[in-house]
């Protein structure tokens, strides 16, 4: 999945509750699924590599195709797969918990960022392939994951690829994603063959961030934020200024509990990778952050409903039709290029 960060309050590592539901704002019928106008400020964008997130019986069929291209290509290396056919995989092991109401989220998992361990959302106890994995030796399991993945895989699937290091863009101008990504190019063709250029919507996405900016100060946006403030002053949790401030206070936290570094703002990066794992972070300090996300994810959640989330919609929606209305055909022709991709 890539993903477009249209604003600077648009890199957000992990989904919130509120992200994953309610109807679809003017511009999410054109930039499609994984299009969210956050309340904090920002548009965020996932565009799915694989295609539509409903796949037809033509998208099912290649699917079980690069299964079964994973498999002679394991068996060629020396590994056991199994061809796991696409209608069985499981959902997100988090699934149920984001189709919480955002109140009861909250509750339960805060921003759902300390409180779930993001580098083992895509373990699968049903996969027969995770059983294979797992019965290797630790050598066996690197090897494994070479094969599968190619030489900068994780254990989870993540690819790392930093500059100057391994056998990624920054050597060969190719990247070895091992017996999935052959299998992958094999069923679909090249790469660049089914990519979408975005550069040629450069100009459409700097005006989403200028309609995303005049959002953001539209005064009653700005009351609407005051007040918001206020009311998480008068809860305990003062000197937040932004929406999206306590997302950021807690994620802040966690990458200085495990040791991640966010890349540079604006500095080139070619590092591919997943969540930091929790393994080996401190268990006491882990709960107190997590106490901590819970209890201002929870204010933050009566702050926004009682009257910021509304104030915000209106003047979004607003903002957004009649954007729509003078940008169609662009918006058009992206949502037709991005279409089944």
Known sequence: MAVLALAACGNDKTPVASDQQGDKSPLAEYMGDGFVSSSGGGFRMAVRAGGAQNPTEEDLAKQRKVEDATVTCMKAAGFEYVAVPPEQNAKSKFSEAFNLPPDKFAEQYGYGISTIDWSKAGADDTNPNTKIRSALSPAAQKAYDKALNGPNATGNGAIVVENGKGDGPSTSGQQDLGCRGKAV????????????????????????????????????????????????????????????????????????????????????????????????VDSAKLSELRKSEIALAVADQKCRASGYEDAYKKVQYAAEKEFVDQHKAELEAYRDETANR
């Open 185 to 280: 190019k094999q069923v679909y063709g090249d790469g660049a063959d089914r990519s979408v250029d975005f550069k040629k919507f450069d100009s459409l996405f700097e005006d989403i961030q200028a309609l995303q900016k005049r959002i953001d100060t539209d005064q009653r946006v700005v009351d609407a934020t005051s007040a918001w403030s206020d009311c998480m002053a008068d809860a305990g949790h003062s000197g937040l200024k932004k929406v999206d401030d306590p997302r950021q206070q807690i994620q802040q936290k966690l990458d200085a509990l495990t040791g991640n570094k966010p890349p540079a703002k604006g500095g080139p990066s070619k590092t591919i990778t997943g969540p930091p794992s929790f393994d080996k």
